[in-house]
């Protein structure tokens, strides 16, 4: 007897699914994608008229973030957070801690909501210039004035 | 006689094409809004401060209230009012000296006013910059040379003086 022969089977895949699965990849980031401006979701940085665009972010800078959170004005650097009053004690803790392992500290970004009363501000210069750091940028927002 | 069915299926296969090249396109295509910064030099703490009178002529004093309110010379603009200081800083710089600032702060001022203010007059000084090498040189200034850059920015020269009031 004939034996049979094995119908060969197609191993086509069906793609035309392909676009739709692509689409709504697509869509799904378009929505739920959050530009991040902030590190800081309490920050609303002041708007003023802007001349220097941000440069890149140095190692060698201290990034300063001040702002208000349920009522209480508070610092925080390099992810420690303190209220304003004990600003001068974290500043100067930091700096000290990153000029020990060799670093040179020479320019602060201040990023500090549009609301901070300035005595807070002046209290932060203040530390500032006693630990030698002269050159500061103050980091705001564009806004046609 | 039967008619014959024709196919109305769409060929989708350069569907997934499209979709890519739109997705490599705002890929590309994207820039992150990035924010504006403002460069300030502080002066060494408690030391080499100067004393000594300045004359009315390069003197500008400012002063900022707790309700964002600016005082310029005479003259006040409240909250979100916008002001130009070009006048008063051509005054200041007209003399043979550079002109002082005097910015007398309330110590409940917010911050916003504060940079806004500062922001102001960076902007007026690069305007009247900008109108000098037009007249002198027939260029903006971005375009001049380095050596007439200079001379422009010493005749346009001021410091900053902030000064934070005590509450009443």
């Known amino acids: 007897m004939k034996m049979q022969r094995k119908k060969e089977r197609s191993i086509k895949i069906n793609t035309t699914a392909l676009p739709d699965i692509i689409f709504m990849l697509l869509f799904f980031f378009m929505v739920t994608t959050v530009m991040q401006t902030k590190t800081i979701s309490e920050l ?54 990153l000029r020990n392992k060799g670093m040179h500290i020479q320019k602060a970004n201040l990023f500090i909501d549009s609301g901070i009363v300035m005595s807070s501000v002046n209290q932060v210069k203040e530390t500032l210039q006693e630990l030698d750091i002269y050159k500061v940028k103050l980091i705001h927002e564009y806004g046609i004035m | 006689m039967q008619k014959r069915r024709i196919d109305h299926e769409t060929n989708a ?33 408690k030391e080499n401060t100067r004393k000594g009178k300045i004359s009315k002529q390069r003197l500008l004093t400012i002063h900022l209230n707790a309700q964002s309110g600016v005082l310029i010379g005479d003259k006040i603009y409240p909250q979100e ?88």
């Open chain 1, 44 to 97: 609303s940085l002041p708007q003023a008229y802007g001349i220097t665009q941000q440069g890149d972010s140095n190692p060698d800078e201290l990034n300063i973030y001040i702002y208000t959170s349920d009522g209480a004005q508070l610092i925080t650097i390099n992810d420690q957070k303190k209220s304003i009053e004990q600003s001068n004690l974290l500043i100067t803790g930091i700096v000290n801690q």
């Open chain 2, 13 to 45: 296969g350069a569907m997934a094409d499209i979709a890519f090249l739109l997705l490599i396109f705002f890929m590309v295509v994207t820039t992150f809004n990035k924010a504006y910064e403002l460069e300030l030099s502080l002066p060494p703490k």
């Open chain 2, 81 to 168: 009012v916008t002001y130009s200081l070009t006048d008063e800083l051509k005054r200041i710089t007209s003399n043979q000296k550079s002109g002082v600032i005097k910015i007398n702060i309330h110590p409940d001022t917010p911050y916003g006013s504060y940079l806004q203010l500062m922001s102001n007059i960076k902007r007026d000084k690069e305007l009247i910059l900008n109108e000098l090498a037009e007249e002198s040189y027939g260029q903006p200034f971005k375009e001049l040379k380095a050596t007439n850059k200079k001379v422009l920015l010493a005749k346009t020269a001021y410091s900053i003086t902030e000064i934070q009031t005590e509450r009443l």
